[in-house]
């Protein structure tokens, strides 16, 4: 059975500086795809970034950036210079197989302070 | 707005009533999925289609629930006899099943409350 864990229920972050959100999973799948949504109060889940399981570079798409450890099976999301819009809940999610169900950790809620 | 779209945003509902939601996926995706989520917790999968075709269902989805796609556009969740514990936010996503397209696109949810 797969398993997400996401550790940090909540953590508080000054703006301008990084924040490390911690990922790990378990799986015995080899391919698999490793992703990271945004949760604002509003509602909408936003897909911020994704890293396949066979991919040698970690993924960064602007922002943001994604440490994986494939040996320790971690997929932590860094968020470099935090903004005021970033306090939100993140997830980190799996999937399975190249477009199978997503399943979800139980999130951390990120709180960006001026 | 080309994104996913969810109808109701809101609903309100007494115990033992029937309840359906709607879901429009970006037009040319052909694969839509069901999750629900309870307060402080992650998106839970219900099931999903590729097209018309319901290829998965969670056991979480009780004989009670039951989802549709039948032309392989909009979806529909139909709750029948709703319990106080089906109280949740139902997000709807869709997705391209095509080589290189990762991305789950999330709607905006249906908050459903039981009273």
């Known amino acids: 059975a797969q398993k997400i864990t996401q550790t940090q229920p909540g953590m508080f972050v000054q703006e301008k500086e990084a924040v490390t959100l911690d990922c790990t999973y378990d799986?015995?799948?080899?391919?698999?795809?490793l992703f990271w949504y945004k949760q604002p109060s509003s509602g909408e889940m936003i897909f911020l970034i994704y890293?396949?399981?066979?991919?040698?570079q970690n993924a960064t798409e602007g922002r943001y950036s994604l440490n994986f450890q494939k040996a320790r099976k971690s997929a932590n999301l860094v968020i470099s210079a935090s903004q005021l819009g970033d306090s939100a809940m993140y997830f980190c999610?799996?999937?399975?197989?190249?477009?199978?169900?997503?399943?979800f950790g139980a999130g951390t809620q990120v709180v960006v302070t001026p | 707005d080309t994104g996913v779209s969810q109808n109701p945003r809101h609903k309100i509902t007494k115990r033992g009533q029937n309840v359906t939601f709607r879901c429009d996926p970006i037009?040319?995706?052909?694969?839509l999925y069901w999750y629900r989520q309870t307060l402080g917790q992650g998106p839970e999968f219900l099931t999903y289609?590729?097209?018309?075709?319901?290829?998965?269902k969670s056991r979480l989805l009780s004989d009670r629930f039951s989802a549709e796609r039948p032309k392989g556009s909009f979806s529909t969740l139909e709750i029948q006899r709703t319990e106080q514990g089906d109280s949740a936010m139902y997000l709807c996503?869709?997705?391209?099943?095509?080589?290189?397209?990762?991305?789950?696109?999330f709607g905006p949810g249906t908050r459903l409350t039981v009273l």
């Open positions: 996503a869709s997705s391209l099943a095509r080589e290189g397209e990762n991305e789950q696109f």
């Open positions: 799986t015995s799948d080899q391919s698999y795809g």
């Open positions: 890293q396949g399981s066979y991919d040698e």
């Open positions: 999610a799996m999937r399975r197989n190249s477009w199978g169900k997503l399943q």
């Open positions: 037009s040319e995706h052909n694969r």
């Open positions: 289609f590729q097209n018309e075709a319901q290829l998965e």
